[in-house]
């Protein structure tokens, strides 16, 4: 059964500062990795898309590493600023369904 | 073109009620996934719609049903309510293809308070 872990659950940062964000899955068998983001009470962005034949993919300020052997996924943000304030969720593949990770929830101070 | 839409936004309904959420996908998707959000349980997976048809269901008890019409729109059920089925329900359409069920948009959600 996948299960996928996210650390931190929280991060608190000072505006600018580069933060990573970190996500384990137990099944390295996995088509893709994808990034959300979600704002409170609201629904998921999806933010980047990794297919398992890809390390890496970038977006603007993020850049989202996949290592499918370690069963392990980074989401590094550059230059943070106050409007990345959200929480992040990581999510793989099941059986015609996502499994998702608890999420980190980032705040970044002005 | 436009997203996934879910309606209603937000309601609250008291124990023993039912409730019946809907979902429109995006123009041209005609999988439809479900799933519920809550604090302690983070997203769990419902179920999953696809022609019209329950391809995937998850762990959840009978109480929660639903049902995919022709032009792809879904509707979610929750009968009896209890205390702990408040929570965001978000939909999801997904494109046909061999990883079109892992390619999600996500809807805004729908905020069931049960009172």
């Known amino acids: 059964k996948q299960e996928v872990t996210q650390i931190p659950a929280a991060l608190s940062v000072p505006e600018g500062e580069n933060l990573v964000l970190n996500c384990s899955f137990t099944d390295s068998a996995i088509y893709n990795l994808q990034w959300f983001r979600q704002d409170p009470g609201k629904g998921l962005t999806s933010l980047l898309l990794i297919q398992s034949s890809q390390r890496e993919q970038t977006s603007g300020r993020l850049n989202a590493s996949l290592d499918k052997s370690s069963g392990r996924s980074t989401l590094y943000i550059a230059a943070s600023q106050p409007g990345d304030s959200a929480t992040y969720l990581c999510a793989v593949p099941g059986f015609q369904k996502l499994v998702f990770g608890t999420g980190t929830r980032l705040l970044v101070s002005p | 073109k436009a997203g996934v839409t879910q309606t209603p936004r937000y309601l609250i309904k008291t124990r023993g009620q039912q409730v019946t959420l809907s979902c429109s996908p995006i123009?041209?998707?005609?999988?439809v996934s479900w799933y519920q959000q809550t604090p302690g349980q983070g997203l769990q997976f419902l179920f999953e719609?696809?022609?019209?048809?329950?391809?995937n269901k998850g762990n959840f008890p009978g109480r929660f049903s639903g049902r995919q019409f022709s032009n792809s729109r879904s509707e979610m059920n929750v009968s009896t309510l209890e205390l702990g089925d408040s929570a965001l329900y978000l939909c999801?359409?997904?494109?046909?293809?061999?990883?079109?069920?892992?390619?999600?948009?996500f809807g805004a959600g729908s905020r069931l308070t049960v009172l």
């Open positions: 123009s041209g998707h005609r999988s």
């Open positions: 999801a359409s997904s494109p046909d293809g061999p990883l079109g069920a892992n390619v999600l948009t």
């Open positions: 719609y696809f022609s019209e048809t329950q391809r």
